[in-house]
Nanobody
Framework: VQLQASGGGVVQAGGSLRLSCAAS????????MGWFRQAPGKQREFVAA????????YYAGSVKGRFIISRDNAKNTLSLQMNSLKPEDTAVYYC???????????????????????WGQGTQVTVSS
């Protein structure tokens, strides 16, 4: 599976961006998918995840209520709508997928980096104050 993230850019605080992640190689409709981010000098951190069916979503506390994760299994894509952006959201954003098939995890597992086997190359998001 190859993942390609796009949609990053420079936006003012309070603005919005929509990230997309296109999967190729095979369908990811049976995979858990997620978004992570990494700011300069910091560890990669969990942002949001979505179950294989799209019926369940999970968010980091710092983005809950501002970001929305969604997927289109027919198009093999994952999205992240980011609203009310803050300077602290500045980071490289990565999309990721696990390697299981239609698996459900306990909630805290969705935020673990080790859950995800496939990673995109990242897209830069910069929020200016």
């Amino acid at each position: 599976v190859q993942l390609q993230a796009s949609g990053g850019g420079v936006v003012q605080a309070g603005g919005s961006l929509r990230l997309s992640c296109a999967a190729s190689g095979r369908a990811v409709s049976n995979n858990v998918m997620g978004w992570f981010r990494q700011a300069p000098g910091k560890q990669r951190e969990f942002v949001a995840a979505i179950s294989w069916s799209g019926g369940s979503t999970y968010y980091a506390g710092s983005v809950k209520g501002r970001f929305i994760i969604s997927r289109d299994n027919a198009k093999n894509t994952l999205s992240l709508q980011m609203n009310s952006l803050k300077p602290e959201d500045t980071a490289v954003y990565y999309c990721a997928a696990d390697s299981s098939s239609r698996r459900t995890y306990i909630e805290r597992d969705y935020s673990r980096l080790g859950l995800y086997e496939y990673w995109g190359q990242g897209t830069q998001v910069t929020v200016s104050s």
